[in-house]
């Protein structure tokens, strides 16, 4: 289980990396809006514990943002502000739970254990995006009502987008959960199945899923 902690207190911070480590999650420890935009820019995560103030920014705008942008992880809100009304606003916003500090860290672990229960237990097995149609227990993908013939690599790949639709998936990203390694795969290889899946689903000019970021990698839109 990986977990992004956004918190700029130091202390607090390093607390909460060293004591979700220890319980065997894997915890990265940013501490600045920036971070933590580039953090999920480069690698998914399954859970987010989001301070609110931040020295660049306010945790509330970040949330907002990463809502807007289709990104649908866990995010327990950690904040000082425990007002009924920044709650509200935060859980308005998509926080999906609200913890005020002080806190214990068991009761840290308690929330997070839930969330990621609830979030196993919704696990949609059919994802629809602008008339495409993934169907994670059959397998099969349908487009406009038709069905398409996709190869495993093919299908794998269109469910990460499906799954991320709207964020902006790094090369590195997509090639580690395809081809489930971490040395550098031949990223022309990567561009030729993205080739193939964009001859089986886009009609271009009208119908188009993925969108080429520059030096970065790809978006479906
Ligand atoms: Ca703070």
Same mark, same amino acid.
């Given at each position: 289980? +990986? !977990?992004?902690?956004? &918190? %700029? *207190?130091?202390?607090?911070? /390093? ?22 935009? =580039? ?7 399954? $859970? ?7 020295? =660049? #920014? =306010? ?10 942008? #289709?990104?649908? *992880? @866990?995010?327990?809100?950690?904040? $000082?502000?425990?007002?009924? &009304?920044?709650?509200?606003? #935060?859980?308005?916003?998509?926080? %999906?739970?609200?913890? @005020?500090?002080?806190?214990?860290? &068991? ?13 196993? $237990?919704? +696990? /949609?097995?059919?994802? &629809? ?16 009502? /038709?069905?398409? %013939?996709?190869?495993?690599? *093919?299908?794998?790949?269109? *469910? !990460? ?12 990203? !997509? ?10 795969? %031949? ?27 520059? #030096?970065?990698?790809? /978006?479906?839109?």
């Amino acid at each position: 289980m +990986k !977990i992004l902690i956004v &918190e %700029d *207190e130091r202390r607090l911070g /390093q607390f909460l990396k060293q004591g979700l480590t220890e319980r065997s999650y894997t915890a990265t420890w940013v501490s600045t809006c920036r971070e933590a935009r =580039d953090a999920l820019c480069e690698t998914g995560y399954d $859970a987010i514990v989001l301070d609110l103030s931040l020295p =660049d #920014g =306010d945790g509330l705008d970040l949330l907002r943002e990463w809502r807007k942008s #289709g990104f649908n *992880e @866990p995010v327990v809100i950690l904040s $000082a502000r425990d007002a009924v &009304e920044d709650r509200i606003k #935060g859980l308005d916003l998509g926080a %999906d739970d609200y913890l @005020p500090k002080p806190f214990s860290f &068991e009761e840290l672990l308690a929330h997070l254990r839930a969330l990621l229960r609830r979030q196993s $237990a919704m +696990k /949609q097995t059919l994802m &629809e995006h602008r008339g495409l149609r993934l169907d994670l227990l059959s397998h099969t993908v349908h487009l406009d009502g /038709q069905p398409v %013939d996709l190869t495993s690599r *093919e299908y794998a790949l269109l *469910e !990460i987008f499906m799954q991320n639709v709207g964020r902006v998936l790094t090369r590195t990203m !997509i090639s580690e959960k395809i081809w489930d390694s971490h040395y550098d795969v %031949d990223t022309n290889l990567l561009d030729v199945y993205m080739s193939r899946l964009r001859g089986k689903l886009e009609a271009p000019p009208e119908k188009v899923y993925f969108k080429t970021v520059r #030096g970065i990698g790809y /978006q479906m839109v």
